[in-house]
């Protein structure tokens, strides 16, 4: 029979153009977030970090936004390369108590695709 | 140039044999984790441990599959027996401590046949 994968995700860009990747995490007690970059055949790769005490960091293109409210983490890349394309996932680090406490999950990912 | 270090990178196997997958993780980390990674879970958490003591395996089969870290340079991840839909992409990665960044391998791709 056919066999269904997940519907992950996909957004397409123009090279030049600004990137926004949304997750939404599930964990109220989750203190610290990653955003990961996965190419085809190679394992996650980070690219930015953010704790729960901040709501903004920046790196080199790379913005992340952490809205703990509504639990939502977004991942800003200006200016998009065609090498920016990508899986791109987000963790989240639970600081829950006994055996949940560091625990690293994953969300679904986003397929980034970059046109030249 | 620290990595972590995943073996075998391909695996094939036949249903009902036992597989072993090695993970060296970067000197100094001290938390482990085992992932894997399917198109239709996407990357589900195994087990995990720090200071080589497991923190929580729910994420695994037990029937099947067990995790161990022998030494604080060796994680590996059994299956025996193991069966087609155990076919995936097994992640191990490290970190130095509870709150930072996790550093992944290279990936072990499993085919169970």
């Known amino acids: 029979g056919e066999s269904v994968g997940l519907h992950l995700p996909t957004l397409s860009v123009q090279e030049g153009d600004n990137s926004i990747i949304n997750c939404a995490y599930s964990?109220?007690?989750?203190?610290?977030f990653i955003w990961y970059k996965q190419e085809s055949g190679k394992g996650p790769q980070f690219i930015i970090d953010?704790?729960?005490?901040?709501d903004k960091r920046q790196g080199q293109r790379v913005t992340v936004l952490l809205n703990k409210t509504v639990k939502h983490l977004s991942l800003q890349i200006a200016a998009t390369q065609p090498g920016d394309s990508a899986v791109y996932f987000c963790?989240?680090?639970?600081?829950?108590?006994?055996?949940?406490?560091?625990?690293?999950?994953f969300g679904q990912g986003t397929i980034l695709t970059v046109h030249p | 140039d620290a990595r972590v270090t995943q073996t075998p990178r391909h695996k094939v196997t036949e249903m009902g044999q036992e597989v072993t997958m090695r993970c060296q993780p970067i000197l100094g980390h001290n938390t482990v984790f085992w992932y894997r990674q399917t198109m239709m879970q996407g990357l589900e958490l195994l087990a995990y441990f720090r200071n080589r003591a497991p923190l929580d395996d729910s994420g695994m089969p037990k029937d099947r599959f067990s995790a161990e870290m022998p030494d604080a340079t060796l994680a590996t991840l059994k299956i025996q027996p193991s069966e087609p839909r155990d076919s995936a992409v097994y992640f191990c990665?490290?970190?130095?401590?509870?709150?930072?960044?996790?550093?992944f391998g290279q990936g072990t791709r499993l085919t169970v046949v």
């Open positions: 964990n109220s007690a989750s203190d610290y």
């Open positions: 953010i704790r729960s005490n901040m």
């Open positions: 990665a490290s970190a130095r401590g509870v709150g930072t960044e996790a550093f």
């Open positions: 963790a989240e680090n639970s600081y829950a108590g006994g055996t949940s406490y560091g625990k690293l999950t």
